[in-house]
T-cell receptor, first 114, second 113 residues
Framework: AQSVTQLDSQVPVFEEAPVELRCNYSSSVSVYLFWYVQYPNQGLQLLLKYLSGSTLVESINGFEAEFNKSQTSFHLRKPSVHISDTAEYFCAVSETGTASKLTFGTGTRLQVTL | GAGVSQSPSNKVTEKGKDVELRCDPISGHTALYWYRQSLGQGLEFLIYFQGNSAPDKSGLPSDRFSAERTGGSVSTLTIQRTQQEDSAVYLC???????????FGPGTRLTVL
């Protein structure tokens, strides 16, 4: 079984400041790692994922996450946030191999203000 | 192309009634998942279908919940004798066989009065 911990339920940040959203996981098997984003009144969208290879993965809108196996972490970072990044961010894991269910963290609400 | 669609978008029902929620996955996706999102429990896995294999029902919270997937495409989640704690947003997702990037639908908001 897997579990995901997102310690920060809310992260307030000013526009153009850097941000880090923390994610730690626990699993007895190899996992894939994901960050999903949910904008206000919208559905879940995949932001980025780690499947294999380079431990640093990037999204098209400037977010990046690094898989750290020794620390079982997959923290999400952005060097300069925008108002439009205000959303709920969910870290998730699934077992490697064929399609498998996602186990989600409790989410972190990123609130960007001027 | 078309994404995952769900209907209805909103459903209000009385305690004790049965409800059916529908999911149309992305064409060609072999795997289909149901999750629910509620304030108290966050995002929880309910059930998933993978091709012709027996579904993984390990997340269903009680025997009042059931789901089927007809013809490897459309899925229906049925909740019998609804309770107030069933109030949540029910999300459907689909993916290709592997590795599992899941695409989510907009959800059905269920309110049990």
């Amino acid at each position: 079984a897997q579990s995901v911990t997102q310690l920060d339920s809310q992260v307030p940040v000013f526009e153009e400041a850097p941000v880090e959203l923390r994610c730690n996981y626990s699993s007895s098997v190899s996992v894939y790692l994901f960050w999903y984003v949910q904008y206000p009144n919208q559905g879940l969208q995949l932001l980025l994922k780690y499947l294999s290879g380079s431990t640093l993965v990037e999204s098209i809108n400037g977010f990046e996450a690094e898989f750290n196996k020794s620390q079982t972490s997959f923290h999400l970072r952005k060097p300069s946030v925008h108002i439009s990044d205000t959303a709920e961010y969910f870290c998730a894991v699934s077992e490697t191999g064929t399609a498998s269910k996602l186990t989600f963290g409790t989410g972190t609400r990123l609130q960007v203000t001027l | 192309g078309a994404g995952v669609s769900q209907s209805p978008s909103n459903k209000v029902t009385e305690k004790g009634k049965d409800v059916e929620l529908r999911c149309d996955p992305i064409s060609g996706h072999t795997a289909l998942y149901w999750y629910r999102q509620s304030l108290g429990q966050g995002l929880e896995f309910l059930i998933y279908f993978q091709g012709n294999s027996a579904p993984d029902k390990s997340g269903l919270p009680s025997d009042r919940f059931s789901a089927e997937r007809t013809g490897g495409s459309v899925s229906t989640l049925t909740i019998q004798r609804t309770q107030q704690e069933d109030s949540a947003v029910y999300l459907c997702a689909s993916s290709w066989d592997s590795p599992g990037t899941q695409y989510f639908g907009p959800g059905t908001r269920l309110t049990v009065l």
